[in-house]
């Protein structure tokens, strides 16, 4: 017999994004012009939209700006099948590379389109490979001034890449300004002997043990009664993608795990309940239409 999910929502996210604007297949094919690459990204999403519906779950889907100019027939779809529809930016670049001018430029032009093109308000945002770090805390009132009421760019632990083991767990204040406020939702973690162990998804559920992700998620709701943010791309459940030569760190980063991802994530989605960002902060009266 299933176990009865908990009444914790938890929050199912997807950076809608290409392959080839993964940070760690950039790197490993020495910044290779993106155009020289073949566009997946609805096939991936087709695959994507499919599991969540044979699922009833609706997610959080933080769209690229640039997949949304070049697809908008696709996030139209995203919507129209009950999905909210956040900003990722607009072209994957990492926002410690940025100045402030150009971190609001970007993600101007990125949630201006995705409205253009819902009809609905953006509230949600997430960097690029978690980028917003404690010397770009700045972007926080960026983000609130235009027009953002969450985030989700911080992942509390050790990686070589992004990470602070030392930031709040769970949904909090992160920047406010009069009577605004922008709230930090943080990728998920299970405490577990002093120490934050990753089930928020991306290469470490790949990785990982589906026992290992579920167990730490239903801790999580019972010890802590808090939701878990969980997050994947859909080119994590395209095996068939292309694989250029590159570094084997880089090739295993990106590659491990793929084949199996999809029955993963079918099997989660029936053994743990999720809903949307909005659902879980409870700003879903406040973010209709424009």
């Known amino acids: ?16 994004e290409e392959y080839y604007h993964a940070t760690v297949f950039q790197e490993g094919t020495r910044g290779q012009a993106r155009g020289a690459f073949v566009s997946r990204v609805e096939e991936s999403m087709d695959r994507v939209l499919a599991l969540l519906a044979d699922a009833d779950v609706r997610a959080t889907c933080f769209v690229l700006g640039e997949v949304a100019a070049a697809h908008p027939a696709l ?10 529809v956040a900003c990722h930016g607009q072209r994957h670049e990492l926002v410690s590379r940025q100045s402030p001018a150009e971190f609001r430029a970007d993600v101007r032009e990125a949630k201006e389109l995705l409205e253009d093109i819902t009809g609905a308000a953006v509230r949600g ?18 983000l609130l001034q235009e027009g953002f009421r969450y985030d989700s ?3 509390p632990i050790v990686h070589d890449r992004y990470g602070d083991p ?26 577990v002997l002093g120490l934050n162990l990753p089930i928020g998804g991306g290469g470490y559920f790949r990785l990982l043990p589906l026992a290992v992700t579920r167990f730490g998620i239903r801790r999580v709701n019972a010890r802590d009664r808090r939701p878990v943010m969980f997050y994947f791309h859909p080119w994590e459940l395209d095996p068939e993608q292309p694989r250029p030569r590159m570094p084997w760190r880089h090739h295993y980063r990106h590659y491990v795990g793929m084949r199996r991802e999809e029955a993963k994530l079918s099997r989660l989605l029936r053994d743990v309940r999720f809903g949307t960002a909005q659902d879980a902060l409870g700003l879903r009266g406040r973010a209709g239409s424009r």
């Open 153 to 155: 760019s911080v992942y």
């Open 1 to 16: 017999m299933r176990p009865e999910k908990a009444d914790v929502i938890n929050v199912l996210s997807v950076d809608v």
């Open 166 to 191: 030392n930031a709040p767990r769970f949904p909090y204040e992160a920047w406010r300004n009069g009577p605004e406020a922008l709230m930090e939702f943080p990728i998920g973690t299970a405490r």
């Open 75 to 84: 996030v139209r779809k995203i919507a129209g099948e009950g999905h909210e």
């Open 125 to 142: 945002y997430r960097a690029p490979t978690f980028s917003i770090g404690s010397e770009q805390v700045w972007a926080y009132d960026i």
